[in-house]
């Protein structure tokens, strides 16, 4: 009887055994209950959306100073040595590239000679178009601007005095260099400079970083020990 309870038990075991791979085999490959207590697999796990970074702000690139062109303005006043383009609209033979005399004058095509020393360029334009509509054209469009303006001149303790081009945007101390420098004995302190379109006519202390215009005259004086 002991025996034949032993065979029993022995045969259910094996049966026990055999049952416990077939279940891990009916679970599905991948699949988190496949063995219990099992984590769960990395495939089991959703895929996570991709991070989307947000563009890096672009700084904006620093603006260029615009250089000033004070001697193109509407209230630059002409003088003698200035060279002029004159467009009248319609009429190429009217237009063209035009230079104040010694008189102060312009010669133009078919009006003859236009006053535009010591007059800006807007009451210039304004001279061209009234004698234009007097008898010539009917509601003339005219344009001037400067196409090269008349030098300025430095005197006094420079290296090289005399009449130089003038470039936009120029200062005393541009003068100067262009001038050679100053010399040894040269006043640094007491320039002086007169501009063109002064009414007055009087020459004023400046430091060096005053501005400079077409016609100017700079002077700068000896220096007394």
């Not at 400067?146 to 470039?167: C, D, Q, T, W």
């Amino acid at each position: 009887m002991r025996k034949r309870i032993l065979h029993t038990l022995g045969v259910i075991l094996f049966a026990l055994c055999l049952s416990v791979p077939a279940f891990a085999a009916d679970a599905p490959v991948g699949s988190s209950m496949g063995v219990r207590g099992a984590p769960p697999s990395f495939q089991d796990a959703p895929a996570a959306a991709p991070q989307q970074t947000a563009p890096a702000p672009v700084a904006p690139l620093p603006q260029q100073p615009t250089a000033q062109m004070p001697a193109a303005s509407e209230a630059y006043v002409l003088g003698i040595g200035d060279r002029i383009r004159l467009t009248v609209y319609g009429e190429e033979d009217l237009s063209g590239e035009y230079e104040v005399s010694s008189t102060g004058m312009v010669a133009l095509p078919l009006i003859g000679e236009i006053p535009a020393a010591n007059g800006t360029l807007r009451s210039f334009e304004q001279a061209v178009r009234t004698k234009l509509s007097e008898g010539y054209l009917h509601d003339p469009r005219v344009s001037v601007q400067v196409m090269n303006y008349r030098p300025f001149f430095i005197l006094g303790e420079v290296s090289k005095p005399g009449s130089y081009p003038y470039v936009n945007g120029m200062n005393i101390l541009n003068a100067v260099a262009l001038a050679g420098g100053y010399t040894y004995r040269a006043d640094k302190d007491g320039v002086t400079i007169l501009h063109a379109s002064d009414p007055e006519k009087k020459e004023r202390p400046v430091k060096e970083d005053a501005a400079v215009a077409p016609g100017d005259i700079i002077r700068v004086p000896e220096r007394f020990f």
